[in-house]
């Protein structure tokens, strides 16, 4: 349907919702895509993961993979999701995610929550950390010199 975007037929799948990765990549300025607060994103997220995280037992969403298209703004990361968001009669498929926004968000909080996620955040803050004492006890061990300067 090249005119989909003139009817109001929300159970078109050419009318349903589309996810990009960018859209909710902490990484991504706004200028390159990103739709939601970066406290809300997630680094590089994968097409897997969003589909993962749309998966039908959990949401009640139809979703439909597109594996070979590219978003404009940014064509090395190839795939999107489209999702079934509304009824024919234009009100949510599920009441809990009624916009795309609130889909967004939802799929970025799914996502953070893989154990695969978690574990990369655990190992990430066990690094700072690391880095943060071992900076702390270099400074701990260089004593300032005092008296008059030569």
Known sequence: DKMANLTNNHD??????????????????QAEGRKIGQEKCVEAPTLREIEAALAKGKTGL???????????RNFTIRG??????????GKPVNPSIGNRTALYTYVAQEIAKT??????????AAAAAAAASAAAAAAAETPKEKGKKK
């Open 115 to 124: 154990p695969a996620r978690i574990q990369r955040a655990q190992q990430a």
């Open 12 to 29: 078109n799948p050419a009318r349903w919702v589309v996810i990009y990765p960018s859209y909710i990549d902490a990484k991504a300025t």
């Open 80 to 89: 999107r999701v489209r999702v079934h968001l509304k009824k024919a009669d």
């Open 62 to 72: 139809d979703i439909v993979t597109e594996e070979n298209k590219c978003y404009s």
